[in-house]
């Protein structure tokens, strides 16, 4: 009986320890390429908001801030073939930190000391992957000569361009399943800044759980206060969103989140993320040519509770002046009075300390000068 009970005591450990560890270690693997042979180079990983690790059969919100940012050292030219491999070494357990790097499953912004500019974002975030139900390896390296990551394995040179989202499903051509990750549409979205200048800001998510959708639709609200309005609508495979012309600064805040829809269903709403801007922003579009006029748009949204965005074109360098009255005809602010470069503009208009009722704004630029009217309605 003893003998029995020692046997199946022996097959209970093994049994546990085979669900704690999903997956090996140092599946995420770096190296570099076109460096001297002693030169030592440092790889990062920092998470973009919240990572997971496994725990006890359940794949959990992380507090172990080494799995959060992460680095590892390479020298010369590391390589795949040396035993020593350099690799990131994924964090399966509920244990304290070691002194290896680690990683879990999050979304990660991928940069190297010889060009810190470059960089890649890696989102891990997939339970089905850290389950182990396929080969966790891959590999990747960076090639200074040309100044982007290159993906080698399990797919030999696929280029990376600086600033792109490589998902870990789509590395090993898998489906994702994200229902296994604690509160992960209450944690999916980061707001993070665009690759190009000036920096606008990137809005990534990822694929809803348990809700078939067809797209999502992005909100966003500007200056803290008033209700969210529709800035765009994406497809189903979709995960990213840039707000182009919005620039990043340290003044007013601009919130965004997101919700997947199916027809008339939606989900519930994602969890709200936030990004300082700088207020006054130039458009750029895809067609700008040459043929900008002087023009003054209506203010949208019109009506308004208690901010709205007003923008205008200038057809060349002018000295430009945007007031804001009421309909006595008194200032009530001045919201440009600087010179600006031909091109689009918008300026957010904030009303919180006005009350309801009609006000007019009037733009003026290089003997041009035109007026609309806006309703404030609280």
């Known amino acids: 009986m003893k ?20 997956i090996p270690d140092k599946q995420f693997m770096l190296w570099i390429t076109g460096v001297g042979p002693n030169e030592q180079v440092t ?45 990131f070494n994924f964090k399966w357990t ?12 999050g979304l990660y912004k991928v940069t190297t000391s010889k060009q810190p500019d470059k960089y890649f974002y890696l989102d891990a975030r997939d339970a089905e992957y ?6 966790p390896d891959f590999k990747i390296y960076f090639n200074t000569s040309i100044g982007k990551y290159i993906q080698y394995l399990p797919t030999p040179t696929d280029t990376i361009n600086n600033g792109d989202i490589v998902r870990i499903w789509d590395i090993f051509g898998e489906s994702p399943n994200t229902s296994g990750l604690q509160n992960y549409w209450n944690n999916v979205l980061v707001v993070v800044p665009s690759v190009a200048q000036p920096y ?6 990822g694929p ?33 969103y840039t707000h182009e012309g919005l620039a990043i600064g340290s003044g007013s805040i601009a919130e965004y989140k997101v919700q997947a829809y199916n027809g ?8 709200t993320v936030s990004i300082g801007t700088s207020g006054l922003f130039k458009q750029h579009f895809e067609s700008e040519n040459n043929d900008i006029k002087y023009q003054l748009n209506q203010n949208y949204p019109n009506p308004f509770n208690p901010t709205t965005v007003i923008s205008f074109s200038i057809a060349e360098k002018s000295l430009v002046s945007l007031k804001v009255f009421d309909v006595l005809g008194n200032e ?39 007026t609309k009217k806006m309703i404030l309605v609280k």
């Open 332 to 370: 009530v602010t001045n919201l440009v009075d600087e010179i600006k470069e031909k091109g689009n503009y918008s300026v957010t208009f904030d009303a919180s300390v006005l009350t309801s009722g009609i006000y007019f704004y009037t733009l003026k630029a290089n003997g041009y000068s035109f």
């Open 200 to 205: 606008t800001p990137r809005i990534i998510w």
């Open 264 to 271: 008339s269903s939606t989900s519930d709403f994602s969890n």
């Open 208 to 240: 809803i759980p348990n809700f078939s959708a067809t797209g999502y639709k992005v909100y966003w609200r500007y200056g803290g206060t008033g209700n969210f309005s529709l800035l765009a609508t994406v497809s189903a495979n979709t995960y990213e």
């Open 43 to 87: 790889h990062n990983i920092e998470a973009a908001g919240v990572v997971w690790e496994y725990a006890s059969g359940n794949f959990v919100i992380s507090n172990d801030q080494g799995i959060y940012n992460s680095s590892l050292i390479t020298i010369g030219n590391a390589n795949f073939s040396s035993a020593n491999w350099p690799g």
């Open 130 to 135: 850290a389950s182990g139900s396929y080969k």
């Open 3 to 22: 003998n029995l009970f020692l046997i199946l005591s022996l097959v209970s450990i093994i049994n546990v320890l085979a669900q704690e560890e999903i």
């Open 94 to 105: 509920n244990q304290p930190p070691t002194a290896l790097p680690s990683w879990g499953l």
